[in-house]
């Protein structure tokens, strides 16, 4: 269910800059699915009857309230497509810490519940994404689940552990046919362009990698705040459109 009071934005303020929503009707969303997986996160609703639908998660460290998530949810909701942003299901179990091993499974059921819940809110198309390992996920279950999201946005994908290249996280790539957007900072550890830039031919799907120069695997500076957000938006929403 989505719950009837507003809920407030990160910190109780709505982020600075242009692409910020003043109207967007953001609430806190609790859903249990047919299969018993909890959906629970914030739903960031578009006034736009009939708008395309967004699932956004967040990486190992993090959770739905991670400044990126948030000021994503608020450009892409401004912008006419409703955002839930959602925590995984290892994190609904634990408030901190990293995924325990053997999590991918219930993390991509969660994920699965989360989609159905959009589907069900909206009449448009649904796509996925996350940070770092939430879209690890997206794109895992993507590739087993042909059509079940119509575009994946993939932040920070994590290509390989830090100074570990040849550990690449690639091997479901050659079965990704959802359209796929990868946004990718230049100084992440988790891969470079270059390598970001070889992996996506493994990608059978149409496939575009937007870089931030100076960016890190948290995407999000103070420098880069308006030029991520736009460019995110206007990418994505050209891309879905392509």
Do not use: W
């Not at 460290?61 to 290892?90: E, K, M, Q, Y």
């Not at 994190?91 to 991918?104: E, H, K, L, T």
């Not at 689940?145 to 830090?162: D, V």
């Not at 031919?201 to 575009?208: D, G, R």
């Amino acid at each position: 269910m989505v719950a009837r009071r507003p809920c407030p934005f990160q910190n109780g303020t709505a982020p600075q800059g242009r692409l910020t929503p003043t109207m967007t009707d953001v609430r806190e969303f609790r859903e249990m699915s047919p299969e018993n997986v909890p959906v629970r996160g914030f739903l960031h609703t578009s006034p736009i009857s009939g708008a395309d639908a967004l699932v956004l998660t967040h990486g190992a460290g993090s959770n739905c309230n991670s400044p990126l998530l948030v000021a994503l949810a608020n450009a892409f909701s401004a912008s006419g497509i409703t955002v839930l942003r959602c925590d995984l299901p290892f994190r609904q179990s634990r408030p901190s810490g990293p995924p325990p091993r053997g999590s991918a499974e219930r993390d991509q059921q969660g994920l699965r519940a989360a989609v159905a819940c959009m589907r069900r809110l909206t009449p448009g198309r649904v796509s996925l994404g996350g940070h770092s390992y939430g879209g690890r996920q997206s794109s895992m279950l993507a590739a087993s689940e042909p059509g079940l999201a119509e575009r994946l946005l993939l932040l920070s994908y994590p290509l390989h552990p830090p100074r570990r290249p040849d550990e690449l996280r690639t091997a479901h790539f050659p079965r990704l046919t959802t359209l796929a957007l990868f946004v990718h900072g230049a100084c992440d550890g988790f891969g470079t362009l270059a390598e970001m830039e070889e992996a996506l031919k493994l990608i059978p799907a149409q496939s575009e990698l937007l870089s931030m120069p100076g960016a890190g695997h948290e995407l999000l500076t103070k420098r880069n705040r308006e030029e991520l957000l736009r460019l995110c938006v206007e990418r994505f929403r050209s891309f879905a459109e392509g």
